[in-house]
């Protein structure tokens, strides 16, 4: 008994500690999310949540799904492997909703000199022009069909 | 009501799996994917880059990335006889607007897209001190933006440069290999809009998948490869002076 009594002081010590180690097990339990360690050591919601971002760029599928009279004309020319929102930029609230939002119709003359302007970078075998001296500023439309552009497959417009 | 001890037997189980369900909580968003069926990685194949910048504009519109910030951008190589080893590489505003005409003189000019490399063992993981960004189980290296402290630990450990810190979230921000896009069986944004298929997206496991004929036929590299990164950005036709 009397070790008890002379020991009493490391009992108190000792007790402290458990209680201490209990109220890390409750914060612990609160401050840590649910899904942490599901997979890993993170946050197995971060999934879900990066995977709800709302998407921009419809996809050519959505495209070709209604404007499938473009779609035949333009798997026959040069431009077949070229999806939609390449040219004509993030449509998917225009795929959700048609009225909600009417495509404005690119500025050739701009948009074709993207790609097409002649630099020594570009692969050798990708067309390309010096557009002031190609069509001395015209838009492209003048003479091809966006669609399908070369002038000896009927692209001519 | 009286219920035998034999149908409190029964009931047990199903109630505990019952209860089981509702604590899982709600599914995920796309509930037809799942993540151990697919292993993401990217084929950019570099002779057919025209540097148009056609990717980076879509990429800043598909994921809201702030202006002179980059989750992928086009580095443009001069390559002289007389020096092949200290290529001159200019990026103006990461290539978004295309390139200066490139003129006629000695030496080689290329294109070279540049993107998060979706490393298998990346550093960039490993160095996050509160486990806020992580290597998906499909193969994705994300960051849980809600979780990081913006230290930009992970920042500096990319070795190809392709975090930064959000000038207005103050986190941590790269590319998500367009994961809410790839979840919904759509191709990434700079995918979609890429004219000349110089991007392709791949999934490893996907044994139908074209990546395969092309990893067995084609010479293909990956960035830094000494860095033993485990990069999953698969490069077609590399020049020795990438870095």
């Not at chain 1, 612990?28 to 197995?44: I, L, T």
Request: aromatic letters at 8%; a neutral charge.
């Amino acid at each position: 008994m009397s070790v008890f009594k002379e020991a009493r002081h490391l009992f108190h010590f000792a007790g402290l500690f458990v209680l201490a180690f209990l109220v890390f097990l409750v914060a612990r339990h609160y401050v840590v999310p649910k899904s942490f360690g599901e997979y890993g050591h993170y946050r197995g919601a971060a999934i879900g949540e990066i995977a709800a971002h709302p998407v921009k760029f419809a996809g050519h599928q959505t495209c070709e799904s209604c404007h499938s009279d473009v779609l035949d004309v333009k798997s026959k020319g040069k431009h077949a492997h070229v999806n939609c929102e390449a040219c004509h930029g993030a449509l998917a609230i225009h795929a959700d909703d048609p009225s909600a939002m009417t495509p404005v119709l690119p500025d050739t003359a701009v948009l074709c000199a993207r790609c097409h302007t002649a630099s020594a970078a570009k692969p050798k075998g990708f067309p390309q022009v010096v557009p002031a001296d190609h069509s001395n500023g015209l838009p492209c439309d003048t003479c091809h069909k966006p669609h399908s552009p070369a002038m000896d497959a009927g692209g001519a417009n | 009501m009286n219920i035998s001890r034999r149908q409190i037997l029964i009931l047990l189980p199903a109630a505990a799996v019952a209860w089981k369900s509702v604590l899982a909580g709600t599914p995920e968003a796309s509930p037809n994917y799942k993540m151990t069926d697919h292993w993401w990685s990217m084929l950019i194949d570099i002779p057919k880059c025209i540097g148009c910048g056609n990717c980076v504009r879509a990429c800043q519109i598909e994921n809201d990335v702030p202006d002179g910030n980059f989750r992928t951008w086009v580095e443009r190589y001069h390559v002289t006889d007389e020096n092949m080893v200290s290529p001159e590489v200019i990026s103006p505003d990461g290539g978004k607007e295309g390139f200066p005409v490139a003129a006629e003189d000695a030496g080689k000019y290329f294109f070279v897209p540049k993107m998060c490399n979706q490393c298998a063992d990346s550093p960039c993981t490993q160095v996050c001190p509160v486990g806020a960004t992580f290597i998906s189980p499909d193969g994705v290296v994300l960051v849980d933006q809600k979780y990081c402290l913006g230290c930009g630990y992970c920042v500096q450990a990319c070795p190809y440069g392709c975090r930064y810190i959000h000038p207005e979230k103050k986190v941590a921000d790269k590319c998500t290999l367009c994961y809410h896009r790839i979840t919904k069986g759509l191709t990434t944004a700079c995918c979609e809009a890429c004219p000349t298929g110089a991007r392709q997206l791949a999934d490893l496991k996907d044994p139908k998948d074209p990546i395969h004929e092309f990893l067995k036929t084609h010479s293909v590299q990956v960035l830094k490869p000494q860095m033993a990164t485990g990069a999953k950005v698969y490069y077609n036709d590399l020049d020795g002076s990438v870095r």
